[in-house]
């Protein structure tokens, strides 16, 4: 009993290589993530926009579509600050405002599969639980699904223009407001390639682990038959 345990602990060269390609996929991660556009945002414009930028010189007013990665999220949120009365008023209305909890709810999602990316990359490098990994890994991709979700609940109101780029942006004046509502409405409001990089990541590794964990079985059970038939003889 004892020989056949350690013959089933045994690391064999494909375990090595189910455990490389595992660590591989789980690192690569997160420079996409990080270098990777992360959000897609398109602006269909007026032609009031236009006169406006003209007569202003602004030429920032006339984004029409822009994809924004995490490193440049920062600058992005501060140049929208910049329309609202205090930048830290913008920054705290995202915590406090009920419109911006499916993005709080997304954000909270697409975190913990980034962490799981990292227990999974732990369990790759120290040991051989493809259980464990399989279920890691199907939680990172379930929890990839509930950041899509919730995003497109913050989304898809902002498309159909039941709220507003004034809206959006905690403007409560009514001659800002409107000035805003004259500068165009939002086409196209998505999650990028950071984001789907980490989904298709997740589903990879599940994608792997399943079928690793199939042909063990079956390996298990041929060697089973063998060894029933070999005490029959």
Known sequence: ??????????????????????AIIAI???PIFYFADILTIAISHTDISDLLNKFTGNNELHVTDESISLHELPTFINLFSGFTNDEFDFKASVLQNEMYTPVI???V?????LVLGLVILGFAIFSNKVKVITALSGAGFLSTIAAYISFSFFANPLLSGEVTLSQLLNIDGI?????IG?????TVFTLDTAFFGVMFAMLAILAWS?????????EEKEKAMK???RKNR
């Open 1 to 22: 009993m004892s020989k056949t345990n350690k013959i089933k602990q045994k690391t064999t060269g494909f375990d090595i290589l189910y455990r490389v390609v595992t």
């Open 28 to 30: 690569i991660i997160y």
């Open 105 to 107: 709810v997304a954000v």
């Open 109 to 113: 999602f697409i975190a913990i599969a």
């Open 175 to 179: 001659i800002m407001s409107a000035v």
């Open 182 to 186: 004259f500068l165009g409405e939002v």
């Open 210 to 218: 399943v079928s690793v964990l199939i042909v063990n079985k079956s």
């Open 227 to 229: 060894e029933a038939a």
